[in-house]
């Protein structure tokens, strides 16, 4: 079951945990592409870049939907987008995927931050919003290391398809709880 904080916290950790997750395994793949550093950066680079340039959109989207929708779909982008990093076969869908991840990540974590905004009072906001910020560090500290366990058994392609199944069951348990609620 769980409370609204549990499940929005949950969801925005595994979208975190779905992004470090591949941290180890970025230079490894990169150069199956046959990429330098300088390749590698700007796949790096560009999964930031989509954050930057929907955080604002999303918030202003988010504003105008419902947000307990928006959040679970958008992390079924993050799954796909994901998987089509794990499935690339050029720079070039390397990078779109990347970059769609990035888009992706960002519509889910501002509309988890305002969804859970929402949900609170003002006397339990700041300890809950505290709460959210916590679960996304843990699943950001969490990923590089399973990431790195899946990499040396099964190569470096596996945990960008693994990294969306966390996020995939979470998004179905969140939509299941969070549709209960009234929207706000």
Excluded: E, H, K
């Excluded at 079951?1 to 975190?16: E, F, H, I, K, R």
């Excluded at 793949?29 to 590698?40: D, I, N």
């Excluded at 079924?76 to 499935?87: D, E, F, H, K, S």
């Amino acid at each position: 079951v769980g409370t609204p904080l549990t499940v929005v916290s949950a969801c925005v950790a595994s979208v975190q945990m779905s992004w470090s997750l591949v941290v180890p395994v970025l230079p490894v793949y990169a150069s199956a592409f046959g990429l330098g550093a300088a390749q590698l950066g700007v796949v790096v680079g560009i999964f930031g870049i989509g954050r930057l340039l929907i955080n604002i959109p999303a918030g202003l989207f988010a504003s105008r939907v419902d947000r307990r929708w928006l959040l679970v779909w958008s992390m079924v982008a993050v799954v796909a987008a994901q998987a089509l990093t794990g499935l690339a076969v050029d720079y070039a869908t390397l990078l779109g995927a990347r970059l769609l991840t990035g888009l992706a990540g960002g519509v889910a974590i501002t509309s988890g931050m305002a969804l859970l905004a929402d949900l609170t009072t003002t006397a339990t906001r700041g300890r809950d919003l505290a709460t959210l910020q916590s679960f996304q560090l843990i699943g950001g500290s969490l990923g590089p290391v399973v990431g790195g366990f899946l990499a040396v058994p099964f190569g470096a392609r596996v945990p960008f398809l693994v990294s969306g199944l966390g996020a995939l069951t979470l998004a179905v348990w969140g939509w299941r709880v969070l549709r209960r609620i009234a929207p706000p």
